[in-house]
């Protein structure tokens, strides 16, 4: 049972190129996310998904889009990378919320560390 | 700004010692996560407590939270070198047709032999 795994681990990245960020999770969650932590920052939320075909904007969306065309998977791009993308990149997971609607614990993956020069 | 700020930002102990780390909202919420990071590492769900409760405990944590305070606090105790970590609070808050979690900061733990 791997749990939620991210890839690629590590990545450098010139002004203006793009890329995908890939996260697939194994435990058939429904809710599926994406984090940015920088530096005295805490984790901000990009974008998430309650389920496949479906994705809404977090706190910091801007500069990124994502898909989730299978429920396992979770995909974030950045289109044309800039300096301030700069960051370590977490993937999470979660179960629906509870008939009360409260969040269940997310797991989270090892995260992808990207630096855009 | 964020919804959740832990206090201190960095903590140093020794072994043995007890470790508390508080954490302070600003809205009202549905529950409230605590989490650990080690370094390098993604995070890791620690314990969970809604809104109606006050105390919570999972082995040799404890957690407290008062709502009118609008605050909460992680109690480690007898800690280990394996502790040292980050922690970080998260929050649920209700946004109407969605819940959300935010974290704060989070506080740096050190324990040393």
């Known amino acids: 049972n791997a749990g939620v795994t991210q890839t690629p681990k590590f990545r450098v990245l010139k002004t203006g190129q793009s890329m995908t960020l890939l996260c697939a999770q194994d435990?058939?969650?429904?809710?599926m996310y994406w984090y940015r932590q920088d530096p005295g920052m805490g984790l901000r939320l990009i974008h998430y998904?309650?389920?496949?075909?479906?994705?809404a904007k977090g706190e910091v969306p801007d500069g990124y889009n994502v898909s989730r065309l299978k429920k396992q998977n979770f995909l974030l791009g950045l289109e044309s990378a800039a300096p301030s993308q700069t960051s370590v990149y977490f993937c999470a997971s979660s179960y629906y919320r509870d008939r009360s609607y409260y969040n269940s614990p997310l797991h989270f993956g090892n995260g992808t560390r990207l630096t855009v020069t | 700004s964020q919804q959740g700020e832990e206090d201190p930002q960095a903590l140093s102990i020794q072994e043995g010692e007890n470790a508390t780390m508080n954490c302070s909202y600003k809205t009202s919420i549905n529950n409230l996560q605590w989490y650990r990071q080690n370094s390098g590492r993604g995070l890791v769900h620690l314990i969970l407590i809604r809104s109606n409760e006050r105390e919570k405990h999972s082995g040799r944590l404890r957690v407290t939270l008062d709502t009118s305070k609008k605050s909460s606090s992680l109690l480690i105790t007898a800690s280990r070198a394996a502790d040292t970590a980050s922690y970080f609070c998260?929050?649920?808050?209700?946004?109407?047709?969605?819940?959300?979690?935010?974290f704060g900061t989070g506080t740096r733990l050190q324990v040393t032999l």
């Open positions: 998260a929050t649920d808050v209700n946004t109407g047709t969605a819940s959300k979690l935010t």
């Open positions: 998904s309650v389920g496949e075909g479906t994705t």
């Open positions: 435990m058939n969650h429904e809710y």
